[in-house]
C-alpha cells in the first residue's frame, strides 16, 4: 500500500475520490494531499440528486486534523455538473461544508476545543486564527437554535449581564429546568422581553404558557413582564432580597446603636439567621 492510498483510506473518501498526490514538509511540519475523482465520474445535482456529468472544476482547498503533528491541507478541483432541470451547479465534497475552508472532522474538533477553552487559546493551539473558528462555531450554534423546541418551557429567568466595557449590557433568557440559555438580546429595557415573546412563536412556543418569570427588580423588566406576559407570576431572585434584607437590617443596627443599644458580638449571627 502506498501513502496515497493509507491517505484515501484514513480520510473515509469512497468511491469518487481519491487522493492523488502528497507532499511533506518535513521543516514547516506540514502535509499537503492533492484529492481528484476519476475522468467520465458523474456526480449527484445538489438539488435533485440526478447524476450529472462534470461541466468545468473549480479549485478549493481545506485545512484537516494535523497527520502526526503536521498541518495538513487538503486541495482538489470541485466539480460543477450540468443538469438538464438546474441548470450548473457546483457539488458538495464529501470531506466539507458548503463554503467552510476546513473539512467536517476539523470543524469538529474546534466544537470539541470551544467547549473545553476559549477560542482564542483553542486557535493558539489549532495555529489558525479565532475569527476563522467563530464563522464556524456561529454557524452550528446558529443552526442548533434555529431548531430548538419550546413548547414546553414554562418558567424562565431573566438577566441582564455587561458584554463588554462602557456599559453596554444584554439580556439573557433561560429556561428554569433545564437551564439552557434560550435567548441573549442587546441591552436591557422592557422590549427585550417582547423580542423573547415573539421569538417564542418561532420554536414552536407561546408567550401564554409562561407561568414564572424570575428576575431582579429592574422597572423595565417589570414593565416588560407585565406587558408581554401578563399570566406570568414574577419572582424576585433571592439574591436582590437579601441584598436589601441585609440593608435593612444594617439600619437597624445602626438605628438601635445610636439609641444606645450593644449589639456587639451579634451581627453575624443576625445576618446569619435566616
Known sequence: MDANTLFSQALGLGGQWNVIKSEMDVPQRQLRLELDFPAGTKFACPRCGQLCAVHDTVDKEWRHLDFWQHRTDLRARVPRVTCAEHGVLQVEVPWARAGSGFTLMMEGMILLLAQQMSVSAAARLLRTTDHRLWRVIDHYVTAAHRDKDWSKVRRILVDETSARRGRRYVTNVIDAESTDLLMMAKDRGA??????????????????????????????????????????????????????????????????????????????ALRGNA
Open 191 to 268: 422590549d427585550t422581553l417582547g423580542e423573547f415573546a415573539a421569538a417564542m412563536t418561532k420554536h414552536g412556543g407561546r408567550p401564554e404558557q409562561i407561568t414564572e418569570i424570575v428576575m431582579d427588580m429592574s422597572p423595565a423588566y417589570i414593565a416588560g413582564a407585565a406587558a408581554y406576559f401578563p399570566e406570568a407570576r414574577v419572582v424576585f431572585d433571592a439574591f436582590h432580597i437579601m441584598k436589601m434584607a441585609g440593608q435593612a437590617l444594617d439600619k437597624v443596627r445602626k438605628d438601635l446603636a445610636r439609641k444606645g443599644g450593644d449589639l456587639r458580638g451579634g451581627l453575624w
